[in-house]
């Protein structure tokens, strides 16, 4: 794979949509870059690995996992096609991925060597600010997703994705589409904690669910919540 067949994948990134077609080739021609794909569940980068590289997704996706001593796996994050990962650590004095990286579906990942990010900075100004401001961004929503599971109750995070999903799919009976372990792993908890508490809510009238669904019987309570 060459950087020619991914012209329109890095003009949707923000590292490099204020290039056109030539500059991006040119810029490339001075650049130490791979090409990777990976399958579903594939390890990209392991827990403790050195980050030598800035990742882009050009296709697919990919999930930040936590292992625990008991074998258990948290869903921490989840980054999509032209995002990037590994920004925030590859000039760190702790340039190790706390965290494993893993191929959510198939997967096409751009991985820039960390000289090649110094010399684009150098001499990019426009990637070099953009750079800048991903960095802090994720900074923010880093600080934000932590006061989240910090703060929440597995009730509020449950009924937080039901009134989620309900904005999305217009109905009081929502699709979930994921197995517990998976709904558990995407709001922070523990699959039999979540098991544990749907059914206090399904005794206490307040949804119905099945293998597939959840339906929300009384959506007042559940807004109030999240206030």
């Known amino acids: 794979m060459i950087i020619q067949d991914f012209i329109k994948e890095l003009k949707n990134s923000d590292l490099f949509k204020e290039y056109d077609d030539k500059s991006i080739i040119e810029i490339f021609k001075g650049l130490n870059y791979k090409i990777a794909e990976y399958e579903d569940e594939d390890v990209i980068f392991l827990e403790n690995e050195e980050c030598r590289n800035l990742s882009l997704i050009l296709k697919g996706g ?107 799919q217009k109905s009081n009976t929502i699709f979930i589409g994921m197995s517990k372990k998976e709904w558990a792993d995407k709001i922070g908890v523990q699959r039999p904690s979540l098991s544990r508490e749907l059914i206090k809510m399904k005794e206490e009238n307040l949804i119905d669910y099945d293998k597939d669904t959840v339906t929300i019987k009384n959506i007042d309570e559940i807004e109030n919540y999240i206030i």
């Not at 802090?136 to 009924?159: D, F, H, P």
């Open 62 to 168: 990919v999930r930040i996992q936590k292992i625990d001593s008991l074998g258990r796996v948290l869903t921490v994050a989840e980054f999509y096609a032209f995002d990037i990962f590994g920004e925030n650590l590859i000039f760190g004095s702790r340039d190790k991925y706390p965290m494993t990286v893993v191929s959510n579906g198939s997967s096409i990942i751009l991985h820039i060597d960390k000289q090649s990010v110094i010399k684009l900075c150098l001499e990019n100004q426009k990637f070099h600010l953009e750079f800048l401001k991903t960095i802090s961004n994720k900074a923010i929503v880093l600080s934000t997703k932590l006061k989240e599971v910090t703060l929440k109750t597995i009730r509020q995070r449950i009924c937080e994705y039901l009134l989620w999903q309900y904005s999305i």
